[in-house]
């Protein structure tokens, strides 16, 4: 294989109705740079490799990879573990980008270890488009704690989109995307790539659209696996910043522990959890008397309504009127839906750290 500037790594997994926009808008770069695209099938059901299969016989820089179906985490790291260049990107199967992705950020002499944008979520059924910027930015320092500062904006830690690593990076500290994990795996991979960089740019511009679809039964769908991501989440953040623990930092580790750990609880009322009454009461007792959950009980900013019954909750460490309390309010949300979120709109003032 040849050498390149940039490989582009799409994972693929039945996304055939979005493929061609998500590929013609990667081969319409505005850009000088030597890049390639990996394509990676991963055991598709529909004809996805078919149309992978088209446009490598169009295109010299299009390389195809067919695998078992095993994840999305396996596919990139079966790109990773065949990529010939100096930087890496990853771009969903599903979403697509403009024509200055990539000049926008790799338009530099100097070199980072990390690049970064903003990006642009599209509500498909809503038809809404909201802008997840982050400041402009450049740091290089060996003083990490600096740089973690600016990871706190918005949307870095938690996906591998609208940024370029460097492959040097990853291969010397075996950083891979882990395959235990259906959701929470970007997370994991850029706490440990974090770990490893003293300097990156970042951009407040938005050149990368990342396509939400069927959000209400994404939101609403009990996860089982979701317990070991939180787990594996945390660890990492709490990795991540051990060493930089100044007031803002603690500040932004409770609220992460907070909203992991609400999830942890909401999710258990999602539709489709077959969990008994006694499982979950078992659950709800671990997650409440969690001793970091406590310890940053008072410190974490979360005050709209919903935020002040799970921390009053976690401080009558009860976990039987914990589920009698939730069980109510995902049946009014469930049954009784126009009622709850009139009462809902009525009573939250989301308030953004």
């Given at each position: 294989m040849n050498y390149y500037d940039l490989t582009i790594i799409v994972p693929i997994y039945n996304a055939a109705p979005y493929l061609n926009q998500c590929i013609d808008s990667l081969l319409n770069q505005q850009t000088n740079l030597n890049y390639c695209?990996?394509?990676?099938n991963d055991g598709s059901l529909d004809h996805s490799l078919d149309i992978c299969n088209t446009y490598k016989k169009q295109h010299q820089n299009i390389y195809v990879f067919n695998k078992e179906n095993k994840g999305t985490s396996t596919a990139k790291?079966?790109?990773?573990?065949?990529?010939?260049?100096?930087?890496?990107?990853?771009?969903?199967?599903?979403?697509?980008?403009?024509?200055?992705?990539?000049?926008?950020?790799?338009?530099?002499?100097?070199?980072?270890?990390?690049?970064?944008?903003?990006?642009?979520?599209?509500?498909e059924k809503q038809g809404t488009i909201i802008n997840n910027l982050i400041p402009n930015c450049i740091k290089k320092n060996k003083d990490?704690?600096?740089l973690l500062e600016m990871f706190k904006s918005e949307g870095i830690l938690n996906v591998d989109i609208s940024k370029i690593y460097l492959?040097?990076?990853?291969?010397?500290?075996?950083?891979?995307?882990?395959?235990?994990?259906?959701?929470?795996?970007?997370?994991?991979?850029?706490?440990?790539?974090?770990?490893?960089?003293?300097?990156?740019?970042?951009?407040?511009?938005?050149?990368?659209?990342y396509i939400r679809r069927d959000i209400e039964s994404l939101v609403?769908?009990?996860?089982?696996?979701?317990?070991?991501?939180?787990?594996?989440?945390?660890?990492?953040?709490?990795?991540?910043?051990?060493n930089n623990?100044?007031?803002?930092?603690?500040?932004?580790?409770?609220?992460?522990?907070?909203?992991y750990r609400f999830t942890e609880l909401t999710n258990l009322f999602r539709r489709k959890c077959d969990l008994s009454n006694r499982d979950k009461l078992?659950?709800?007792?671990?997650?409440?008397?969690?001793?970091?959950?406590?310890?940053?009980?008072?410190?974490?900013?979360?005050?709209?309504?919903?935020?002040?019954?799970?921390?009053?909750?976690?401080?009558?460490?009860?976990?039987?009127?914990t589920l009698l309390i939730y069980k109510i309010l995902f049946f009014l949300r469930y049954r009784l839906s126009h009622l709850y979120y009139y009462l809902r709109n009525k009573l939250i003032l989301i308030e953004k750290d």
């Amino acid at each position: 294989m040849n050498y390149y500037d940039l490989t582009i790594i799409v994972p693929i997994y039945n996304a055939a109705p979005y493929l061609n926009q998500c590929i013609d808008s990667l081969l319409n770069q505005q850009t000088n740079l030597n890049y390639c695209i990996f394509l990676i099938n991963d055991g598709s059901l529909d004809h996805s490799l078919d149309i992978c299969n088209t446009y490598k016989k169009q295109h010299q820089n299009i390389y195809v990879f067919n695998k078992e179906n095993k994840g999305t985490s396996t596919a990139k790291n079966l790109g990773l573990d065949n990529a010939n260049s100096k930087y890496i990107m990853f771009v969903d199967s599903d979403d697509y980008v403009d024509e200055k992705y990539i000049s926008s950020l790799l338009n530099d002499k100097e070199y980072y270890d990390l690049y970064c944008a903003g990006y642009s979520i599209v509500y498909e059924k809503q038809g809404t488009i909201i802008n997840n910027l982050i400041p402009n930015c450049i740091k290089k320092n060996k003083d990490t704690s600096k740089l973690l500062e600016m990871f706190k904006s918005e949307g870095i830690l938690n996906v591998d989109i609208s940024k370029i690593y460097l492959l040097e990076i990853i291969n010397k500290h075996q950083i891979r995307f882990p395959t235990d994990m259906s959701t929470g795996e970007d997370l994991v991979f850029n706490c440990n790539y974090f770990l490893h960089i003293h300097s990156f740019k970042t951009l407040k511009e938005s050149h990368y659209y990342y396509i939400r679809r069927d959000i209400e039964s994404l939101v609403n769908s009990y996860k089982p696996t979701l317990f070991k991501m939180v787990e594996k989440c945390l660890d990492s953040i709490d990795t991540l910043y051990e060493n930089n623990t100044n007031k803002n930092n603690i500040r932004y580790l409770a609220n992460i522990h907070f909203d992991y750990r609400f999830t942890e609880l909401t999710n258990l009322f999602r539709r489709k959890c077959d969990l008994s009454n006694r499982d979950k009461l078992e659950i709800i007792k671990v997650i409440i008397s969690n001793e970091k959950l406590n310890k940053y009980l008072d410190i974490s900013t979360r005050n709209d309504k919903l935020s002040n019954i799970f921390k009053w909750s976690i401080k009558q460490n009860n976990p039987l009127l914990t589920l009698l309390i939730y069980k109510i309010l995902f049946f009014l949300r469930y049954r009784l839906s126009h009622l709850y979120y009139y009462l809902r709109n009525k009573l939250i003032l989301i308030e953004k750290d």
